[in-house]
Each structure stands twice: as C-alpha cells, then as structure tokens.
C-alpha cells in the first residue's frame, strides 16, 4: 500500500487555547488508485494534505501515523523529508500559474526539472514535449516557446503537472487542481494524472464534485472529521450519511439553498449536530465512532 494514514490528529496552537483541525483521521491509498478528500473550507482537507507533506505553518503539530511505502513520515527530520517532496511525493497547487517563474520561458522551466531528475541535455525537448502531450496539453511545441503570462490558467496547470512528472513519484496530492480551470480542463484532469503517474497513489483535495466522481474512492470530512469513506460511485450516487445527503444536495446544479443552522453546534457530540435533521439527545453529547461495513466508513449513530 502507497499511503497509509492511522489516527492522524493535527493540533494548531491559538490565541484561545489549542484546537484539533483534523481529529483521528484514517485512510489509505494503493498505487494507481485516487481519492478524493471533500468537504467545505476548513473542513480540514488542506491541513491533512499539509501534514502529510510535512509542511504544517509553525503552530501546529500533526500525531498520528503517516506512512509512505510503509516509512513513518511524522517525526521524519525535515531534510528527510525535502528530499521525499519532488521525488517520490508530488504537490499539484491550486493555482499552476503562481508556481511558474514569470521570467522563464515554459521550455527552460521544464528543462530544468528534468535536468534534476538525471535526464539527458539532447532528449529534454522530447520528453518535455512527450510529458506536456500526456498532461493534456493539445499543442506542445508551443507551449515550450511561451512564458507563463502568455498561459490560460489549465494551461499553466498542466505545464506544472508535466513539470513535476517523475517515475519515482509514489504519492501525488492536488489541492482543488481544477479551481479557475475551464471545465473541459476540469473534467479531463484525472485522467491525465493517471496517464503521468501510475505508480503513484493520487489524493485530490475538491469541492468540485465531478472531478470526484472521477476518482476511485471519496472521503468526506467535517470540521476534521471523516464522516464517510468509501466507492466514489456509493458516496457520491447513494451516500450513507446526513452530512454528505446534504453536501450534495447544496450542490449549485441540484438548484437547492445553503444549508441552514437549526441548533447551536456541540464542542463534544457530533460535528453535522447543528444542521442534522435526523439529530437526537446523544448526538450532542457523544461523538459517534467511525464505524465500517463491507468497505464503506460512516461516522453517524444511525448509519
Ligand atoms: S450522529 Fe446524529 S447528528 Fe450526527 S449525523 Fe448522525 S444522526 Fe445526525
């Protein structure tokens, strides 16, 4: 298994006190399979992805177990850690442009990566081309010739995603790849991650719903909760729990409002309490167990 996450618990120190941001998470991801983490901002979707990358701001500190082709990487000194990042684990940003220098042409900035993965001076132009065709890109040789603000925004994006490409890549993390990207590019991207990197495990952090569609598998999170893991086409097309019914029922396409707050939210019960209209007397006081049947994870009383 690529990607295993045990009991993953990130804490923030804050002015009031300290704070869980992402409570006794747990999930995996196998070489070649994708999965799409979702949930609304501040859900604790990008802060898992932080910790896993070993990249937290400096007052929070993850516990738990994230293991990586089965190495612990919590506690890995952080030159360990830099050499992992761009070889064996990859980040896609949300905004490809800002990852590229404005004052580089698209070639020499791919040259360049491929000079650190060992690639010989004559065959860049070629593999850059080969890997720019693969992420999706419909004119390649041209791509190479532009600079960055000549790009659209899926265009850049695939200029870093080709950038990044490398055999040696064993995990992938997107976070909201698709953000400002035209649909087309949206809906073609997972595919085109998987066509780069095959061997990796890919976990894409979205709020777009059809990109997790997409993907093998879907975690739903909520105030650093997971609250249901499993098949992307059983969260997605029949969701178990109230929170995800809910997630997507709100979506813009089901023509439906924002949800609404009935009661006050519990610090101790159930994070959906406040919003769930099938909420009893214990889910307020008690958080409800993660519990899993045939391959689907549900964290509800009444699942
Ligand atoms: S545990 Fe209770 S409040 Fe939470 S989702 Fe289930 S029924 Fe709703």
Redesign the pocket.
């Known amino acids: 298994m690529a990607l295993r996450i045990d009991g993953l618990t990130v804490t923030a120190r804050l002015r009031k006190g300290t704070q869980n941001i992402v409570s006794d998470l747990s999930f995996w991801a196998e070489e070649g399979e994708t999965l799409a983490i979702v949930g609304e901002s501040g859900c604790g979707k990008t802060m898992t992805a932080l910790a896993v990358m070993g990249l937290l701001p400096t007052n929070c500190v993850a516990f738990g177990s994230v293991r990586l082709d089965g190495e612990e990487l919590i506690g890995l000194p952080e030159r360990k850690l830099r050499a992992l990042r761009g070889r064996k684990i990859c980040f896609v940003p949300q905004s490809g442009a800002e990852f590229l220098d404005p004052t580089m042409k698209i070639s020499a900035q791919l040259y360049e990566s491929l000079a650190r993965q060992g690639v010989a001076r004559k065959l860049r132009r070629e593999v850059a081309i080969e890997r720019l065709t693969r992420a999706g890109a419909e004119d390649a040789e041209s791509f190479l010739a532009r600079y960055p603000f000549e790009l659209s925004g899926g265009q850049a994006q695939k200029a870093v995603i080709a950038a990044a490409c490398c055999d040696s890549v064993r995990l992938l993390i997107a976070d909201e790849p698709t953000k400002g990207i035209d649909r087309e590019g949206a809906d073609a991207f997972l595919g085109n991650i998987k066509q780069l990197f095959p061997h990796a495990a890919v976990v894409v952090i979205t709020h777009d719903i059809s990109v997790a569609a997409d993907a093998d598998r879907v975690l739903v999170m909520l105030n650093g909760h997971a609250m249901e893991l499993g098949a992307a086409s059983e969260v997605l097309n029949s969701p178990r729990?109230?929170?995800t019914r809910s997630l997507i029922a709100a979506l813009p396409s089901n023509g439906l409002e924002a949800r609404s707050s009935l009661r006050e939210p519990s610090p101790s019960g159930?994070p959906?309490?406040a919003e769930?209209p099938?909420?009893?007397n214990r889910?307020a006081a008690f958080l409800?167990p993660a519990e899993t049947a045939e391959g689907h994870m549900t964290r509800?009383?009444?699942c």
């Open positions: 729990h109230p929170y159930c959906f309490y769930c099938s909420a009893q889910c409800p509800c009383f009444l």
